[in-house]
């Protein structure tokens, strides 16, 4: 099999981080840089586009250089460059793009425009060095995208055809994280440590309204976190409040309606396979209740292994891998 020899470039500069990774056959990492410039940005409680962009291309060039070396490989062993096209933060991406362009041209390789968002699904057909291989997700599936920027789910048929069910009307569900946890002084980015405070909160001692947007799959999120905003104006400081009671109420009401519309976008589609991805799909709470959930519903529920939730080059890579294989089969000169 000619594929199992392919191996892809990924590069990812669409936010904060600077990523490049190998992958082999669309499914083995081989190495998985990423280079962050969040510390940079965490005293102006979000992401700095300038001070991004600009880390992203002194990094650029040393994190690429990384990535082929802890794959043990060269760019002569690489089957094509692929880099995020969009969405994200335009001075980052044209970081990214203009690097891959560049080393693609000269390196006379194929050039492969990932979508960020697809890519984050694919996280979930990817394994880890040192992992098993295990048989990705079944197609079709419906895949739920929860990331700082994207609250969408979408039904996929194959690697080619994202058909969008519903996206978020406002916030997204790691933005509602990120904000809440200004709200409440926890600092940036939010989401892991509202993660870490809802771990010792009391379920049931405050309840924060979710949105259910009866009849669509859509979300919105700004509501709760205007409960929040309210609740804690007038409840800081006063005997009984508590940090982690506020942190866990307010997940406990974000998940609760990512699993209902995902569970729903299921039923819709009649697809027994859910698969997620973004960053928000590392929080435990999530995680927990999809689990429960794909019990009791019968359905097979993936999510990325930990380090693979949040923006990183391998998915960008194996995304590419099957663009590179569609590519080269239209031109005939690619066989399985
Ligand atoms: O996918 P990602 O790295 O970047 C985008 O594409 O946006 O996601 C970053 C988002 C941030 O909003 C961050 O607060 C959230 O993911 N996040 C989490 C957790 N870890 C990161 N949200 C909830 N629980 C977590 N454990
Ligand atoms: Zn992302």
Request: aromatic share 6%; net charge positive.
């Amino acid at each position: 099999m000619l594929s199992k020899r392919i191996r892809v470039l990924g590069i990812e500069t669409s936010c904060d981080e600077t990523a490049a990774a190998v992958v082999e056959a669309g499914r083995t990492v081989l190495s998985n840089i990423v280079a962050s410039s969040l510390k940079e940005h965490a005293k102006y409680g979000g992401i700095i586009p300038e001070i991004a962009s600009r880390r992203q291309i002194e990094l650029i060039q040393g994190v690429v250089g990384e990535a082929l070396k802890q794959a043990g490989t060269t760019l002569d062993d690489i089957s094509a460059v692929a880099v995020t096209q969009s969405p994200g933060l335009i001075g980052s991406l044209l970081v990214g793009i203009s690097y891959a362009k560049a080393l693609a041209f000269a390196a006379k390789k194929p050039l492969m425009d990932v979508n960020h968002i697809h890519a984050h699904l694919y996280a979930n057909f990817l394994t880890l060095p040192g992992k098993p291989n295990t048989p990705g997700p079944d197609l079709p599936a419906v895949g739920l995208v929860v990331s700082g920027g994207h609250s969408s789910l979408f039904y996929i048929k194959d690697f080619r055809h994202f058909e969008q069910l519903g996206q978020t009307r406002d916030d997204a569900a790691g933005e509602a994280f990120d904000k809440v946890a200004r709200i409440l002084n926890l600092g940036y980015p939010g989401g892991p440590v509202i993660d870490r405070l809802a771990k010792k909160g009391t379920p049931g001692q405050i309840s924060f309204p979710a949105a259910e947007l009866p009849g669509c799959l859509d979300f919105s999120f700004s509501g709760t976190k205007t409960a929040v905003l309210y609740y804690t104006r007038k409840n800081q400081g006063q005997i009984g409040f508590s940090l982690e009671n506020v942190a866990c109420a307010f997940q406990d009401s974000v998940i609760s309606v990512l699993v209902k519309k995902s569970l729903a976008a299921c039923r819709k589609k009649k697809c027994g396979t859910l698969i997620v991805g973004g960053g928000v799909a590392a929080n435990s709470g999530l995680r927990d209740q999809l689990a429960t959930a794909a019990a009791r519903e019968g359905l097979r529920v993936h999510v990325p292994p930990m380090g693979l939730c949040l923006d990183n080059a391998a998915m960008v890579a194996g995304m590419g891998h099957h663009l590179f294989k569609r590519k080269s089969l239209k031109k005939g000169a690619g066989r399985e």
